[in-house]
């Protein structure tokens, strides 16, 4: 019923792409960045909305998982309390090589204006952080523009530089 | 009698403003009798225990009692005289004023709409009679009296921290307590995690909101300038763009200028 239309003589002939493992590996990483729900405070109001149905992840390949063993991505939302940091380094190590982290708000930066003695002052004190994202909280334009930023970066990597053990591990 | 010493010597960097005229306001106080429900509540506790101090303030009546009757001062506002909610249970810290804490307990009774505050005072590291067992609200309350300041409580089911970590040192809500933490508490998710070992490694916490280092390339990015982490600082302006200049593999390249603003919101 359906016509095959690929027209050889056309486009320089064969329907072929050459490219290197790096690129083919990193297109694939860098359009299905599954992230972990990480919600910690108000910032993943924005990241929740982010995900729904106005701003929709899902266009970039990003699916918000509940488990860290299938996530790629962890969206560090909200203020990481010292409670909590033994939690969030133990999630960090359940995630699967390669990972990446975005710390997204003022108080996954560097504690915002939680300048007390229960908050961890930046996330990047117990797991490292690939992407800072400043606000208060970042709209959800500004975290989908992170998540651009992430994959430019990337795809500008070799395919096994993320597996090189990263600062504080 | 001598003076108290003042050192003078700092006399000209100081303030020429001080508060010494400024009188605090003082809440208006009143007799319990002045109010009917009030004064009867009073007579009837004065029968049973002994009330040190009595008044009513901001439409509560505040008691004050002795710490050992809490319990039984409680029961019997409770199941005698109708009020059977406690809605609040925590303290004060007065150390540094009386060497004391204050416990204090809001009582709410529903059908009068009238409230009480039972208070009394216990010392240091003198402790108080639990009411989880005639209030269920002060199982949580009594933990995080204690959690927050130390303030012991016989007789509780579960003692417990409830909002610190249980390894946590020290009490946050007393007033000698830093806001910043003290020592422990800098270090607590680095001792935790990586152990003490790695407190070189990671380094003390920036306290310093204002701190900025451009040539700080690991923990600041100058705008307009970004390199990438950890590299030389350059004066180099960096342009921002979400997708690589040759475009992605089977991902078209968006050209600002290509675009099209749509003015029309109603379309």
């Known amino acids: 019923m359906a016509q095959h239309k690929v027209n050889y003589t056309e486009n320089g002939g064969l329907p072929v792409a050459l490219t290197t493992v790096d690129k083919l590996v990193n297109w694939g990483r860098s ?4 992230a972990l729900t990480y919600g910690l405070a108000c910032c993943g109001i924005e990241m929740m909305a982010t995900g729904a149905s106005r701003y929709d992840f899902d266009r970039f390949g990003t699916i918000f998982r509940a488990s860290p063993r299938q996530a790629e991505v962890m ?3 909200g203020t990481l309390t010292k409670k909590h940091a033994e939690f969030i380094r133990r999630l960090y190590d359940q995630m699967a090589e390669p990972k990446w982290v975005i710390s997204m708000g003022s108080c996954a930066n560097t504690g915002g204006m939680f ?4 908050t961890v002052q930046g996330a990047d004190r117990v797991i490292p952080v690939d992407l800072y994202l400043p606000g208060c909280a970042p709209r959800p334009e500004t975290l989908q523009y992170a998540l651009m930023m992430l994959q430019k970066k990337i795809r500008s990597e070799g395919a096994n530089k993320s597996q090189r053990p990263k600062r504080l591990v | 009698m001598m003076r108290e010493y003042k050192d003078k010597q700092n006399v000209q960097a100081k303030s020429y403003y001080t508060d010494r005229y400024w009188v605090a306001p003082r809440v208006p106080t009143f007799e319990a009798s002045s109010d009917e429900e009030f004064g009867a509540v ?5 029968e049973n225990f002994t009330v040190n101090e009595a008044y009513i303030q901001l439409k509560h009546l505040v008691i004050n009692i002795n710490p050992e009757d809490n319990k ?5 506002l409770y199941k005698e005289l109708g009020y059977g909610r406690l809605m609040e249970l925590s303290a004060m810290d007065w150390i540094a004023k009386s060497g004391e804490f204050e416990v204090f307990y809001e009582m709410l009774n529903i059908d009068k709409a009238k409230r009480i505050r039972v208070k009394c005072f216990i010392k240091e590291n003198q402790a108080i009679e639990s009411v989880q067992d ?3 609200l002060a199982n949580f309350a009594e933990r995080e009296m204690y959690d927050m300041l130390g303030v012991k409580v016989n007789n509780h089911p579960f003692m417990k921290r409830i909002l610190m970590p249980d390894d946590w040192h020290g009490h946050p809500l007393r007033k000698t307590y830093p806001l910043q933490g003290d020592e422990a508490a800098s270090w607590y998710e680095v001792d935790k995690i990586f152990g003490k070992e790695a407190r070189d490694i990671i380094g003390p916490e920036i306290r310093d909101g204002a701190a900025i280092d451009r040539y700080d390339t690991e923990r600041f990015a100058r705008l307009g300038h970004e390199v990438k982490f950890g590299e030389e600082y350059s004066s180099e302006k960096t342009e921002q763009s979400y997708q690589e200049e040759e475009g992605v593999f089977l991902v078209r390249k968006l050209h600002k200028d290509d675009t099209k603003t749509v003015t029309d919101r109603d379309r």
Do not use: G, I, M
């Open chain 1, 31 to 34: 359009n299905s960045l599954w």
């Open chain 1, 75 to 77: 969206v560090v939302a």
């Open chain 1, 115 to 118: 300048n007390t003695y229960a």
């Open chain 2, 42 to 46: 009073l007579e009837s506790l004065k």
């Open chain 2, 72 to 76: 039984a001062v409680l029961t019997h």
């Open chain 2, 134 to 136: 005639v209030f269920r």
